[in-house]
């Protein structure tokens, strides 16, 4: 489904990404781990172009996401991105949070909007907090909701930055059960996190990534060797 060929990105003289390669199949779920500063961050925000890469190439389902021309929007409503602050519109209601995007972009009817995002909250287990704002929520349920907004766009893969990051540590479980619901149900995804157990247990492949390259990639067993 992606295929990244020699990915690299520089911020003026310095050079955050050298050289990245990286193949990822439809269903696949790829942890990205590695120390701060490595570059995590930067390889999941070039692959949905909010990043523009300094060399290299990205295809996404057969087409070249970095060929100079390429409609870039089409490309990132098919990528759902969550990020470790949530990023939720503050003025809006939890379901108009799911709605907004498909409404305004995929030219969905409210209805029928409405009805997908229904279906979402109900996955996510908050769909009796619709019609709250996200400051009445608290940091687990807000993640939640940024992840049910990503999907209400229906998207082909989801990114996800460190979702559990910023959470206190008896929220990190709830985000982590909904993550492992879409895993189990077949989407492909690409998690940076600094979950380990979590990695280990729902990780189809692990990439260790150290100053901008991948030192070691492999299967959870391969990687951090057996239980
Ligand atoms: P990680 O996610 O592994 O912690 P990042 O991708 O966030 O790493 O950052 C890698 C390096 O790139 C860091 O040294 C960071 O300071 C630098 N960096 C990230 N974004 C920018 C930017 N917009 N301008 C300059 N440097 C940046
Ligand atoms: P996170 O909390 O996700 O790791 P950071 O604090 O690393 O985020 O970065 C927050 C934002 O600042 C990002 O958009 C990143 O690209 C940018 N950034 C990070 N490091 C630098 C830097 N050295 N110079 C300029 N921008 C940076």
């Given at each position: 489904?992606?295929?990244?060929?020699?990915?690299?990105?520089?911020?003026?003289?310095?050079?955050?990404?050298?050289?990245?390669?990286?193949?990822?199949?439809?269903?696949?779920?790829?942890?990205?781990?590695?120390?701060?500063?490595?570059?995590?961050?930067?390889?999941?925000?070039?692959?949905?172009?909010?990043?523009?890469?300094?060399?290299?190439?990205?295809?996404?389902?057969?087409?070249?996401?970095?060929?100079?021309?390429?409609?870039?929007?089409?490309?990132?409503?098919?990528?759902?991105?969550v990020?470790?602050?949530?990023?939720?519109?503050?003025?809006?209601?939890?379901?108009?949070?799911?709605?907004?995007?498909?409404?305004?972009?995929?030219?969905?009817?409210?209805?029928?909007?409405?009805?997908?995002?229904?279906?979402?909250?109900?996955?996510?287990?908050?769909?009796?907090?619709?019609?709250?704002?996200?400051?009445?929520?608290?940091?687990?349920?807000?993640q939640?909701?940024?992840?049910?907004?990503?999907?209400?766009?229906?998207?082909?893969?989801?990114?996800f930055?460190?979702p559990t990051?910023?959470?206190?540590?008896?929220?990190?479980?709830?985000?982590?059960?909904?993550?492992?619901?879409?895993?189990?149900?077949?989407?492909?995804?690409?998690?940076?996190?600094?979950?380990?157990?979590?990695?280990?247990?729902?990780?189809?492949?692990?990439?260790?990534?150290?100053?901008?390259?991948?030192?070691?990639?492999?299967?959870?067993?391969?990687?951090?060797?057996?239980?």
């Amino acid at each position: 489904m992606i295929t990244v060929k020699n990915l690299r990105k520089s911020y003026g003289k310095t050079e955050i990404l050298k050289g990245i390669d990286i193949g990822i199949a439809s269903g696949e779920v790829v942890v990205v781990i590695g120390p701060s500063g490595s570059g995590k961050s930067t390889f999941l925000r070039c692959i949905n172009l909010l990043e523009q890469p300094s060399g290299g190439e990205i295809m996404f389902e057969n087409n070249s996401i970095t060929a100079r021309g390429h409609n870039i929007n089409a490309t990132r409503e098919k990528m759902g991105m969550v990020f470790q602050h949530f990023n939720l519109f503050p003025h809006k209601t939890v379901l108009q949070n799911l709605t907004l995007a498909p409404v305004k972009v995929k030219g969905l009817s409210t209805v029928e909007a409405e009805k997908i995002a229904m279906e979402l909250l109900q996955t996510v287990g908050l769909a009796d907090k619709k019609d709250l704002y996200p400051s009445q929520l608290s940091g687990g349920q807000k993640q939640r909701i940024a992840i049910a907004r990503a999907l209400a766009m229906q998207p082909h893969v989801m990114l996800f930055d460190e979702p559990t990051s910023a959470l206190d540590p008896e929220m990190v479980g709830e985000v982590l059960d909904v993550m492992k619901k879409l895993a189990k149900g077949g989407m492909t995804m690409i998690i940076v996190t600094h979950e380990m157990g979590f990695a280990r247990e729902v990780g189809d492949r692990i990439v260790f990534m150290d100053k901008g390259v991948i030192v070691e990639e492999g299967t959870p067993e391969q990687v951090f060797g057996n239980p």
